[in-house]
């Protein structure tokens, strides 16, 4: 609906004009935002007590995973493809960016988040099956995961950065948080001793 009074083509060119300008304003003071958000999460890794929680990189829903049993096969799973490999590469070299150049690193045994943990090149990589991905549809497993992963977590050293690779279902049972392909939440036990998720980072 055009203001009263004023022709379509000039009521259309204020509007986009508004709208340009009202982008532009977004834009500029977002970006900053964003970077300094994310800069503040980096310094958080620094600190005793945080332990990252990194969902793997990317890997294409099909094929789907049809054997559950044996992880070491890597035919019958979804696999990272090279968007995925870059991007695990890409968040490494950020690690090693802001002054983290290694860190305690276990992972999942599903050939997606062991080949993320590797590509990371932050040190040796240590399978945990406590990790393994676990399904919304069997939430006793999923409860039963988490358990043993944060009994695992209290057990890290809080002087050294530890970063655990594994999948979106274990990272949303364990933190309460719902993470993107190759995003990472930066986490830490509460005075309660409950998991509380104090910044993410996606890279784009």
């Known amino acids: 609906m055009r203001p009263i009074g004023v022709p379509i083509a ?113 040190g040796p990589v240590k399978e945990l099956p406590a990790l393994n991905q676990t399904f919304f549809a069997k939430p006793g497993e999923m409860r039963e995961a988490a358990t043993k992963t944060i009994a695992f977590m209290k057990t890290l050293p809080a002087k050294q950065l530890a970063v655990l690779v594994t999948h979106v279902t274990n990272i949303q049972a364990v933190a309460g948080v719902m993470v993107a392909s190759g995003e990472l939440a930066v986490v830490r036990f509460g005075p309660s001793g409950d998991v509380v998720a104090d910044g993410r980072i996606k890279l784009p």
């Not at 696999?79 to 002054?99: M, P, Q, S, V, Y």
């Not at 992972?107 to 080949?115: F, G, H, K, P, V």
């Open 10 to 122: 000039s009521a259309t060119f204020t509007v986009a004009r508004a709208g340009f300008a009202a982008l532009v304003a977004a834009l500029v003071v977002a970006a900053p935002h964003g970077a300094r958000a994310d800069e503040k999460v980096w310094a958080l890794m620094k600190m005793p007590g945080h332990i990252v929680l990194l969902r793997h990189s990317y890997a294409p829903e099909s094929p789907p995973d049809t054997d559950l049993v044996n992880l070491k096969n890597c035919k019958t799973q979804r696999n990272l493809d090279e968007t995925g490999r870059a991007h695990a590469r890409r968040l490494g070299d950020e690690f090693r960016k802001h002054g983290i150049k290694r860190a305690v690193i276990h992972s999942s045994q599903y050939c997606r988040t062991l080949e993320t943990a590797r590509l990371l090149k932050l």
